[in-house]
């Protein structure tokens, strides 16, 4: 069973639209951390979200996190080729095991 | 350490061998996890250790996989009799375990099993 269900799956726009991925659960999480993967090299953490409704902001990147600390998502203004990767949710129950989302591969065209 | 150490960071193997695989995480880091990840998908858990508890090894695929830590710090992951379904990036990563529960990984290790 996927605790963290991330949509959509594959994204393939132009360099300068927007996007918004999807990360969305049943479980309440006490935090939900977004990552970054690109080819070769191991996820790199872009940002925590701690608190129900709370919305961060990376730049051009924007995470809100649900009020119910059930659900998440990650906005995008203006893509650049830069932002191409794997992005990945990851959901924190305390001291249980963190758990990864099911991933949006992500491909800006020039 | 400054980050997470694997290696090999490519492994070849024929079909049937047995691998072994490292895992160096930061210090002080309670928290340890292996993850498989085949080409361009998500990540598949495999095992988690914290602290002392028993691990979490509800991931691994079958019982030719074990891993394990010793003391508190470095951790193997062992695959026996190797299949050429086995080939995949296999990522290790740490945490202080508690908290905001932040992952660093290390930069994985190619398992090509021919």
């Known amino acids: 069973t996927q605790l963290l269900e991330q949509s959509p799956q594959f994204l393939s726009i132009q360099e300068g639209e927007n996007l918004t991925v999807y990360c969305n659960s049943s479980?309440?999480?006490?935090?939900l951390q977004w990552y970054r993967q690109e080819p070769g090299e191991g996820p790199v953490l872009l940002v925590t979200?701690?608190?129900?409704?709370e919305v961060k902001k990376l730049k051009r990147l924007t995470f809100q996190f649900g009020d119910a600390r059930k659900d998440s998502s990650l906005h995008i203004t203006a893509a650049q080729p830069g932002d191409t990767g794997l992005y990945l949710c990851?959901?924190?129950?305390?001291?249980?095991?963190?758990?990864f989302g099911t991933g949006t591969k992500l491909q800006v065209i020039p | 350490g400054a980050g997470v150490s694997q290696s090999p960071s490519n492994k070849v193997t024929e079909k049937g061998k047995d691998v072994e695989l490292r895992c160096d995480p930061i210090?002080?880091?309670?928290?340890l996890y292996w993850y498989r990840q085949s080409l361009g998908q998500g990540l598949e858990f495999l095992i988690y250790?914290?602290?002392?508890?028993?691990?979490?090894k509800s991931g691994l695929p079958s019982d030719r996989f074990s891993a394990e830590r010793t003391g508190g710090s470095v951790s193997t992951l062992t695959i026996q009799r190797t299949q050429q379904e086995d080939s995949a990036v296999y990522l290790c990563?740490?945490?202080f375990g508690s908290g905001a529960n932040v992952l660093t990984f290390g930069a994985g290790s190619r398992l090509t099993v021919l």
């Open positions: 990563a740490s945490s």
């Open positions: 479980s309440v999480f006490s935090s």
């Open positions: 979200v701690v608190t129900g409704g």
């Open positions: 990851a959901g924190d129950r305390g001291y249980q095991k963190v758990t």
């Open positions: 210090s002080g880091h309670t928290a």
């Open positions: 250790f914290q602290g002392n508890s028993a691990p979490d």
